[in-house]
């Protein structure tokens, strides 16, 4: 897995930026305070103005630690990003990783 953002928690959810070869771009997760059901996402991710994803809240299987599913998408990316949000020392890194293709 490689990180591609810095975030720190603040008020409503986290506040940080992600950085790419391709983009670096100041991030915002909003906390959803007006979900209208289970499937709902648990934050909206912005930056400045617009839309960038959603996440959910999930707990890992093997240890139990709770962190933020992500998902990524823009008009500008080849398709969604899959990526994953985890609280570290008062910190919180975004990770992602590249799916592996099955083989043919």
Known sequence: MATIGQFR???DGYEGTISTLAMARKVRFIANDRKKGDGSPDFFVKTGQCDLGVAWREEA???AKPY???L???PSFAGPVNAA????DGKADLVWSRPKRDAA
């Not at 949000?85 to 570290?88: M, N, Q, R, S, Y």
């Open 9 to 11: 928690p603040v008020k």
């Open 68 to 70: 933020l599913r992500v």
């Open 61 to 63: 299987k093997e240890s």
């Open 72 to 74: 990524l998408d823009d």
């Open 85 to 88: 949000l985890f609280d570290k």
